[in-house]
C-alpha cells in the first residue's frame, strides 16, 4: 500500500511537548503533496509517563501501524535497545530522535545534526570551520559536534561545565576524528582564536533567556550558530549581530531536521522553501511566552 492510498499515522514521543511545531510542518507539507497525514503528539507529562512507558508505546504505535515517530526528551537514549535497528549516525551519537517503521520492525536515526548542517549551509554557506566552539554537550550538541566535523572542521573545541558529560562525548568522538578535539569548562579560553561559536543550551528561550556566555567575549570575526528557535530572536542572536557577527536562528535546524524526517516517513523529498515559509508564519503567529 503506498502513502497516496492510506492515511499515514506519525507522531512525537516526550514531556511537556505541547508547543511543538512538528504536527503542523508535517501536516501541511503532507497535504502540499497530496498525502493523508496525522501527526499525535504522545505527551508524557500529560499522563504522568516517563521513559518507562516506551516500550508499551512502541508495541502501540506497531499495532496501530504508525509509519514512524519523533522522539525527544527525555528518551532520545531509552529507545535505543528497544529498536531493531540505527543508522550509522544514530549509532555513532547514541542517541534517536526518529523512529520508522517498516513490517512491524523499528529502525532509529537521528536527523537533528542533518537539520543543523542544512541550516549552517543554507545560511552560512562559506562559515569558516576552521576552528568552530561548541557550548553544550548535550543532546543537540552532540549531534551538532558530529556534523561540524563532518563538514570539515579541523579542530573542535566543545565548551560543557559537566566534566563528565563533555569527556564523554570528546572520547566518542575521538574514536573517529582523532586529534581534532579540545574540550572547556568554560568559553573564554576556547573562543580564543576560534572562527565560530554555535550555542547549544537551552539558555535563551522564552522561559529561560539570558546569555549562556558573556557578551564581551564576542567580536565580529565570528559566526554565530544557535539553536534556540523560540523566541528566534534571542540575546544571544542579537548581541552577536549588533556587533557585526554573521548569525543563523535556530529556526534552520528546527526545520531541517523535519525536512529529513518527513523523507524517512514518507518516503518523499519535502520541499524545503515551502516548509520553511511555513515554519516561519507559525513561529510569527506564537503568542508571547508567560512563563
Not at 105 to 123: E, H, P
Not at 194 to 210: E, F, I
Not at 238 to 249: E, K, Y
Not at 274 to 282: P, Q, T
Request: hydrophobic share 45%; aromatic share 6%.
Amino acid at each position: 500500500m503506498t502513502p497516496q492510498d492510506r492515511k499515514l499515522l506519525v507522531g512525537l514521543i516526550g514531556a511537556g511537548i505541547q508547543l511543538s511545531l512538528s504536527p503542523a510542518m508535517h501536516e501541511e507539507e503532507a497535504r502540499r503533496q497530496g498525502l493523508r497525514l496525522h501527526y499525535q503528539l504522545i505527551d508524557l507529562d500529560r499522563g504522568g509517563g516517563s521513559p518507562g512507558e516506551l516500550p508499551m508505546l512502541l508495541r502501540a504505535a506497531r499495532l496501530m501501524d504508525f509509519a514512524g515517530l519523533n522522539i525527544t526528551f527525555p528518551c532520545k537514549q531509552a529507545v535505543l535497545p528497544l529498536l531493531d535497528g540505527l543508522s550509522d549516525e544514530a549509532a555513532e551519537m547514541g542517541a534517536v530522535n526518529t523512529v520508522v517503521l517498516r513490517d512491524g520492525r523499528l529502525f532509529g536515526d537521528n536527523t537533528d545534526g542533518w537539520g543543523w548542517a542544512w541550516g549552517l549551509r543554507r545560511a552560512l554557506p562559506d562559515a569558516d570551520l576552521g576552528c568552530p566552539v561548541l557550548l553544550g554537550a548535550g543532546g543537540a550538541g552532540s549531534a551538532i559536534a558530529w556534523s561540524l566535523l563532518r563538514l570539515g572542521a579541523t579542530r573542535l573545541r566543545i565548551v560543557d561545565p559537566e566534566p563528565a558529560r563533555v569527556q564523554s562525548l570528546a572520547q566518542a568522538l575521538g574514536r573517529r576524528f582523532p586529534g581534532r578535539i579540545e574540550t572547556f569548562e568554560a568559553a573564554e579560553a576556547a573562543l580564543a582564536g576560534a572562527t565560530g561559536l554555535v550555542h547549544a543550551t537551552p539558555t535563551g528561550m522564552a522561559k529561560l533567556p539570558g546569555m549562556a556566555l558573556p557578551a564581551g567575549l564576542l567580536r565580529p570575526s565570528l559566526w554565530v550558530s544557535e539553536v534556540v528557535y523560540f523566541p528566534l530572536e534571542t540575546e544571544l542572536l542579537r548581541t552577536a549581530r549588533a556587533l557585526g557577527c554573521r548569525t543563523v536562528d535556530g529556526g534552520t535546524m528546527a526545520v531541517g531536521q523535519a525536512i529529513k524526517a518527513f523523507e524517512l516517513f514518507t518516503g518523499r523529498a519535502a520541499d524545503p522553501q515551502a516548509m520553511e515559509s511555513h515554519f516561519r508564519r507559525l513561529v510569527a503567529q506564537r503568542p508571547p511566552h508567560r512563563g
